[in-house]
C-alpha cells in the first residue's frame, strides 16, 4: 500500500522559517508534490520534486531523497497569509496520487 | 482565464437519489481525477482518466462511477448515494499524466447525504 506522513500542526512566528517534513513509503515513484491548501478552499500547487535534491521557488523550497522517503517543505520569512494546510503529494505511477493528511501551519504575529 | 469548474458548489441530497457532479477544464489538459476530502483527512483519490476514454480506480471507488467522453469533462455520479459520501469532493486536471506535472483543482462541491 501506500503510505505517506507529515506532523499535523505546526506553529511558527512571522518572518521566521519553518521546515515541513514528509515520509512517505509507496510502490513506485514518479514525482512528489507540495499543495497549499487555506481553509474552504481548492488545494494549489507550490512545487515538486522528481530527482534528488532542492527546489527553490521564491520564499519556497523542496528537498527529495527518494533513497530515505524523505522530503520537506521549506518556508522562509515567513507571513500570515501563510498560515494554511500544506499536503504532501506522491505520485506513485503515471495515473495515481496519494496525499498525506497535511500538515496545518500557524504563523503567529 | 485557464480554470477547472465544478457544479453544483453544494448539495444536499437524499439516500438513494442519484446525482452527478460536473467537471469541466479549459486547458487541454489529458489527466482528470476527482479526490474527496473528510474532516481531518487529505486527499483520496476516487477516480482518474488518463485522456478520453481512458479511465482507472484510484483508493477509494466504491459507490462512484466517472466517465470521459470528452477531454474537457469528467462527471462523477452517485447512483446511489449513501450518508457515508458526504464530504468535499474536488476535480483536478493536469496537462498530462506520464510526466510529473501538477495539478489543478477546482474549487469544490460540497455534498451532504442524509
Known amino acids: 500500500g501506500q503510505n505517506i506522513d507529515q506532523p499535523t500542526e505546526m506553529t511558527a512566528t512571522e518572518g521566521a522559517i519553518v521546515q515541513i517534513n514528509c515520509t512517505y513509503q509507496?510502490?513506485?515513484?514518479?514525482?512528489l508534490f507540495w499543495y497549499q491548501q487555506h481553509a474552504g478552499e481548492a488545494p494549489t500547487f507550490l512545487s515538486y520534486?522528481?530527482?534528488?535534491g532542492l527546489e527553490e521557488k521564491g520564499r519556497f523550497s523542496s528537498f527529495l531523497s527518494r533513497s530515505k522517503g524523505y522530503s520537506y517543505l521549506l518556508l522562509k520569512e515567513l507571513q500570515m497569509k501563510d498560515s494554511a494546510s500544506y499536503l504532501c503529494?506522491?505520485?506513485?505511477?503515471?495515473?495515481?496520487?496519494?496525499f498525506g493528511d497535511g500538515t496545518t501551519l500557524t504563523v503567529k504575529p | 482565464e485557464a480554470q477547472v469548474t465544478q457544479n453544483p458548489r453544494y448539495l444536499i441530497t437524499v439516500t438513494g437519489k442519484k446525482l452527478t457532479v460536473t467537471c469541466s477544464q479549459n486547458?487541454?489538459?489529458?489527466?482528470m481525477s476527482w479526490y474527496r476530502q473528510d474532516p481531518g483527512l487529505g486527499l483520496r483519490q476516487i477516480y482518474y482518466?488518463?485522456?478520453?476514454?481512458?479511465?482507472d480506480k484510484g483508493d477509494v471507488p466504491e459507490g462512484y462511477k466517472v466517465s470521459r467522453k470528452e477531454k474537457r469533462n469528467f462527471p462523477l455520479i452517485l447512483e446511489s448515494p449513501s450518508p457515508n459520501q458526504t464530504s468535499l469532493y474536488f476535480c483536478?486536471?493536469?496537462?498530462?499524466?506520464?510526466?510529473?506535472?501538477?495539478?489543478?483543482f477546482g474549487p469544490g462541491t460540497r455534498l451532504t447525504v442524509t
Open positions: 483536478a486536471s493536469s496537462l498530462a499524466a506520464q510526466k510529473a506535472y501538477e495539478q489543478y
Open positions: 509507496t510502490s513506485g515513484f514518479n514525482g
Open positions: 520534486n522528481v530527482l534528488d
Open positions: 503529494a506522491v505520485r506513485p505511477n503515471a495515473g495515481k496520487s496519494t
Open positions: 486547458m487541454n489538459h489529458e489527466y
Open positions: 482518466s488518463m485522456n478520453v476514454e481512458v479511465t
